[in-house]
């Protein structure tokens, strides 16, 4: 997991050396009244969160794993713009006997969602860094190993900080580290999903 961020991070230090404009070209940019489609990958790290069933004392632990999406965006200012990105990934769970450790239950679930965000951009160029944060839904869905299956959409919020790089008149990257918060069903507190998001995107 830390390979693929560090990775990621890598790439795009590369890629912004080897394609970066001139001023000259700086100089006659503008992201104001544009729009944009973008495929992404961000590898996110799992989280633990305890089990509210009664007479048990159990965790719920949510494994690492990649979430690809697909998305489209607007810039109404220059400084401004909203997105909404569908996503998708396959995610190991496994239920534990919090005392002891042991894993008494395990599943790999679909996990996918939807958000709409606000990113905001703290220069006019074409390479800026940005914040953002939305709100959407996350669905978990999948079945026990040991028989039995489930099924839930849940709130989800998120943050997140980064760059976004204009590289030419048409070709848009994206590399933010967002944070991503739900709260399944039955448990005692929100799961957070963070990691290096990576869109690259078509601007028109």
């Known amino acids: 997991m830390k390979k693929l961020n560090v990775l990621i991070l890598f790439l795009g230090a590369v890629m912004t050396l ?14 104001e009244h544009t729009a944009d489609i973008y495929l992404y990958i961000q590898p996110i790290s ?24 697909i998305g489209y965006g607007a810039c109404f200012h220059e400084h401004f713009g909203v997105n909404s990105n569908l996503f998708f990934g396959i995610q190991d769970t496994f239920l ?12 790999d679930h679909l996990l996918m969602g939807w958000d709409v965000n606000i990113d ?7 390479l800026t860094p940005m914040v953002t ?9 999948g079945s026990w190993d040991l028989g039995g299956s489930y099924s839930e ?12 790089w204009d590289a030419t008149d048409r070709l848009l990257i994206k590399a933010i ?21 990576l869109k690259v995107g078509y601007r028109f």
């Open 133 to 141: 944060g939305g709100i959407g839904f996350m669905v978990i869905s």
């Open 46 to 69: 799992g989280d633990t969160t305890s089990g509210d069933v009664p007479g048990f004392d159990l965790e719920w632990k949510l494994d690492d794993t990649d979430v690809f999406g």
């Open 18 to 31: 080897i394609f970066s404009p001139t001023f000259a070209e700086a100089e006659s940019f503008t992201r």
């Open 120 to 126: 905001a951009y703290l220069l006019k160029s074409r």
């Open 177 to 197: 580290y967002k944070c991503t918060w739900t709260k399944l069903e039955d448990t005692d507190s929100a799961v957070l999903f963070d990691g290096i998001n």
């Open 96 to 107: 534990l006997d919090k005392r002891s450790g042991d894993v008494i239950n395990k599943s």
């Open 153 to 164: 959409t849940n709130f989800s919020y998120n943050i997140g900080a980064g760059a976004r």
